[in-house]
Structures are given as C-alpha cells and as structure tokens.
C-alpha cells in the first residue's frame, strides 16, 4: 500500500503534546492557524461538509485568555459529525434538504466546549449515519486518509479521517451499527463506543435513537478516554441518559478471560493478512498474561443480522418518514432503499423483533458471565472505493460482521490500532464489555495501543509511550470476598450489577478462622480475625467496586456479616467481609479447607 506524503506539521496534535506546547508559550492563535493550514494541505474537500472561519475560530480561540491546564481541553481543535447540533453551524446529517439551523450545541458539545476545546467545522457522513462505508454522501466523499483507494469507513467518515491526517486532536461521530469503530480501524485510529446513555443524545439527529451512542475518536487511547471523561454526563432532557460513571484509567494486574472467536466461526472473508494480525493482536494480550477463551460466535453474528430487520429498520424511518414520504428524491437511492424496508414491515413484525433479540440475547448471556472482555477484529477485511460502486451493499454488510450486535446487547467499545499488517494496511482490534465498563477496556488497550512501532494516523508522528496510572480508578475501592459472593456464585451479581470488576484472587493473611454460618437460604461464610496464626490464609477475591455502589451493597449484608477491614496475604488492608464473633455460635469450622469452594465442594 502506498502511503501518503507527510504533510508539513508543526508538532503532534494530541491533548497533551498541545497542553505541553501552550505551557511553553504556544499560542491558542497558532494552534488554529496550523489546523488550518493543515487543511490546506490536506486538500480533502470531502472531509468538511461545514469549515467555520478561520478568523472567527481565531477570534474564539483568543477569547480562551491565559493557559488553563484545570480546562482537561483548553485550546483544544475538534470537529463534530454533522448530525450533531453546533450552535450557529448547520446540521445536514448529509441530507441538503433536512439542513436546520440549531440555535445551541447539542449538550454533548456544550460539555466539550466548557471545557476549552474549540469546534473547527462539522465533518461528513453517510446519509442519515446508514452505511459503514463512508461514501453515501451527497457532499463527496472523503478520501481514506492512509491509501485513497479504500472507504474512508463510515458513517463518521469526515470524523476519523479528519483525526488521522491530524488536522484535530479528536472528532465525535455516532454509532449504531460500528460506525464510531469502523472508520478508526480503517484509519489507523482510536475509536471509543461509550456505554449506551452515559453520553446524551440530545442535539442530535438520530439514527436508531434506543441504541445509538455519540461517539470518540482521536490519535491515542488517553485522548479519547480524556474525552469520555468530559463528554460524560446525566442529562435530563435525555429520556436514554444513564448515570455512569467515568472513573480514571488503572494499571491492569490481574488475569482478565477474554473471548475471542473460534477458529470455526471466525470470520475474515478470504483476507489471509487480517486472520494474521488479529492472532498477532491477541498474541499481545495472551502476552500480557491474560487468559484467552475462543467462543462459538454464531449468537452474535445472529443479533448483529437484526440491526436491518425489523424493528431497527422501522426505527430508522421514524426519523425521516416525513421526508420520506414527502420528497423521496432528497434522499439517496441506496439509504431510501434501506430505509424504506420499513414500509413492508408492521407492529406486530418489530414486536418479533424484539422477542428474538431477548432469544438470542440469552444464548449469549452464559459466555459473557464467564468473561471479563470480548476481543474481535475492529473489521473483518478492507474494501475498496471500487468494491462500492459494483456492490454497495454486501461490503457495507460484512464490515460490521463485529459491530452490529454491540450495541444490541448494550455493550461498550474500544477500536485500538496495534502494529501494521504486512502489507501496510493498518491493523486494529476491538475491546468489548459490558455497559459500565468502559474504563476497564481502556485501561487493558496498553498492551495493543503501545506495541510495535507504528506511527499515528496517517502523520508521521511516532506513537506515544502509555503514562503509568494507578493500580485503581478514582472513586473505586478495593472489596475482598470470600463466600457466595466470589464469581460464579450465587451472589456475584451484586457485585457486577453494580459495575464491579475482579482485580485478583488471593488469599488473607494467616490470622482468621473460617465457619460455614448457620442459617436459612443462601449458604455464607464468616471470616473471624484472632490472635493467634493459623496453618493457612482463607482463599478470597478482591474485586473494584465504585464507591457509589458501595453503600447500597453495605445495606443488604445480614448480620453476623460486616464490611470492615480485612488483611491480605501481601500485608495490604482492603475492605472486606468480617464476621462479629457471635457468628461461631452454631457454625462450622473450616478453617482447614482454607476456602469456600472447598466447602462446597464436600457437598
């Protein structure tokens, strides 16, 4: 593959290489001036469906007044995708004839904004965000900022490519179908899917509003975390909004399971070198101590099949019915023809719809209970602009073969680009969990983000070395159990339900008596600290748990049971279950077994 020639750029365009110019004297002015000139040289028309002024974006950038590093993006460059309101820009979600003028920023933007980034114009989209192509525009499409001759990626085409040729520090796009991870793996990008409702929607033209999520990209995985970090927030004029929290990056220790497909139902559409660098992806994170588990992933290439059937189709023509109905002309053939699949469709066939996605979604509930993560190639293979114009339909289908069903089972996600292919082609693996833990697969992304040599984007730019960050987001805590409480049993989901995560097992400290309490309903143990040193430490799990859980969590534990503290084989003291001493009474001492499952175990 040939790549481009490296554009004249002044220094590298992530947050912190920026925040360390400005502290050294750069000005805000100047940043705004290199976007620019940037752009010039770029000479993409197709990545801009609306450029602001430089001289107002100069004005803006001037009225910020002295560095403030306690602005997380002061001075900041970013561009927004076209479906979400900029005050005083046009909205077009690629359609001339849906264009409005939004009088205020979607609340997204409002939180970006207040925190001193600076909004460069609004970037390009498939039409209505259908496609992951990036080409069903009516504005010109972008070109792929790597190698012109493949999709730019969709529908946030304008969004990531603006981020690879480094024009902004980051972008924000959507994502229903893999649109927010697409266009980053074709691009050699980050692209972070937040949890469903932890970013209002509100200012935006919705795709599939139930399942849809405004979205991230930038040049490294601490950029878009940064953002995510800014981005998220309870809004109640939001009716999806969910309260969940954005607690900082931590240093990954302990042993995650992640799934990855087997080799029976992988899928790689004959693409030889892309089957190759996603073994090599997950050779890093086996690398990094972490247990591997491929899966039967024939479940999840079913729900990925229903994001256009049925109800998510009818969903999508909700939206534009009126002009739908009205003027079918103002709309591209090939998104009138998805979308107008609603039309043959009725009530009672969404309700089907509904009831399948809870069928499989079952199937898949046992695999994911048993795992920390999901890793799966970002796209299966690469398509050419060429591929499109013959076909443009089945390209657009196989890319999201690992991003349809993410967002139908309300899961999080992290495109991470990892070293190059063989033959040139960026590589990139997607992390997925569960709703809530976005943090986690952020934190576990060092291990591909930092691999190799690789170069951001389509710069020049070396990839920056990951900083060390703590062993624990803020506002967690570390929670020791011992009982019915450890994964697997019966009241582990007290734990997960309230976004917890296993950090390691371990064992106390050689100081505590263990008993099988007496009592009705779900066994327990009690844990008992004496004076004297036993032959062994009780067999425990530490796992994080968000303060803001913890109190509910604390509520619900039965006497003789208590949170206290409780000391671990390495000397460290962490909260804990502890038992009051009356709980030996009637109780049977296990002292010996050394732990929970052991008793068990004996029937």
């Known amino acids: 593959m040939t790549l481009p020639q490296t554009l004249p750029q002044m220094h590298p365009m992530t947050i912190t290489d920026i925040h360390e110019a400005y502290a050294a004297g750069t000005t805000p002015e100047e940043i705004v001036a290199a976007v620019y000139a940037r752009i010039a040289d770029v000479a993409d028309p197709g990545i801009f469906i609306t ?51 939004p009088d205020e920023d979607a609340f997204v933007v409002a939180r970006l904004r207040k925190a001193g980034a600076i909004v460069i114009g609004k970037t390009n989209l498939d039409q209505f965000a259908t496609g992951l192509v990036g080409v069903r525009t009516p504005y010109g499409a972008p070109k792929n900022a790597l190698d012109p001759a493949i999709v730019p990626g969709g529908s946030s085409g304008g969004s990531g490519v603006s981020v690879a040729h480094g024009i902004v520090s980051f972008a924000l796009g959507t994502d229903t179908a893999g ?22 929607a509100s200012g935006s033209v ?20 940064r953002v995510h970090q800014v981005a998220s927030g309870f809004d109640e004029k939001d009716a999806y909004a969910r309260s969940i929290e954005a607690p ?25 070198m892309q089957a190759a660098s996603f073994a090599e992806g997950v050779a890093l994170l086996a690398a990094a101590g972490h247990v591997i588990e491929p899966l039967d992933f024939s479940p999840f290439y079913a729900i990925a099949e229903m994001l256009y059937e049925g109800a998510w189709v009818a969903e999508r023509n909700s939206v534009i019915d009126t002009l739908m109905a009205d ?3 103002a709309i591209l053939p090939v998104t009138r023809k998805i979308v107008g699949k609603a039309n043959d469709l009725s009530a009672t066939d969404a309700f089907r719809g509904f009831y399948r996605l809870k069928e499989l979604s079952r199937k898949v509930e046992p695999l994911l209970a048993r795992l920390d993560v999901l890793a799966v190639p970002s796209i299966p293979t690469f398509y050419t602009v060429a591929d499109l114009e013959a076909d443009p339909v089945t390209p657009n289908s196989n890319l999201g073969t690992y991003t349809n069903f993410v967002n139908l089972l309300d899961m999080c996600g992290l495109a991470v680009p990892i070293p190059a292919r063989s033959d040139g082609r960026p590589g990139s693996i997607t992390l997925l969990a569960s709703s809530g833990k976005d943090a986690l697969i952020a934190s576990l992304s060092a291990c591909l983000e930092t691999a190799g040599e690789r ?22 805590v570390k929670l020791a159990v011992c009982g019915a409480h450890l994964e697997g049993l019966p009241l582990n ?28 309903g779900v066994k327990r143990p009690g844990m008992i600290r004496t004076a004297e040193k036993q032959a062994n430490g009780i067999a425990v799990e530490v796992w994080a748990m968000p303060l803001a859980g913890l109190g509910s969590f604390l509520a619900g534990i039965p006497a003789p049971l208590g949170l206290g503290k409780v000391e671990l084989a390495s000397g460290e003291e962490v909260c804990g279950f502890i038992c009051e001493a009356t709980g030996a009474e009637g109780a049977e001492d296990i002292t010996s077994l050394g732990s929970w499952r052991a008793y068990l175990k004996q029937g």
Do not use: H, M
């Open 248 to 272: 900082g990056l931590f240093a990954i220790k302990a042993p995650l399971r992640i799934g990855i497909p087997d080799s029976n139902s992988i899928k790689f559409f004959g693409d030889d």
């Open 51 to 101: 450029l602001r002024d430089e001289a107002d974006v100069i004005a803006e950038a001037k009225a910020l007044g002295a560095f403030d590093p306690d602005k997380p993006l002061w001075g900041i460059p970013f561009a927004v995708k076209d479906n979400i309101d900029v005050a005083g820009l046009p909205t077009t979600a690629a359609c001339p004839k849906w264009e409005y003028l």
């Open 206 to 225: 919705p795709a599939c509003r139930s399942i849809e999520t405004i979205s991230a990209f930038a040049l490294t995985v601490e950029d878009a975390y």
């Open 493 to 520: 989901w007290q734990l997960t339900d309230r976004n917890a995560y296993l950090i390691e097992a371990t064992t106390s400290a050689p100081c505590y008596r263990f008993y099988a309490l007496a009592g009705e």
């Open 179 to 200: 649109s927010g991870r697409v266009p980053a793996a074709l691009n050699n990008i980050v692209g972070l899917k937040p949890s469903l409702g932890s970013w209002s």
């Open 327 to 329: 003027d079918p002309e």
């Open 455 to 476: 170069r951001l984007g389509a710069t020049s730019w070396p990839r920056p070395q990951r900083k060390p960050v703590a062993d624990l987001p803020s506002g967690y």
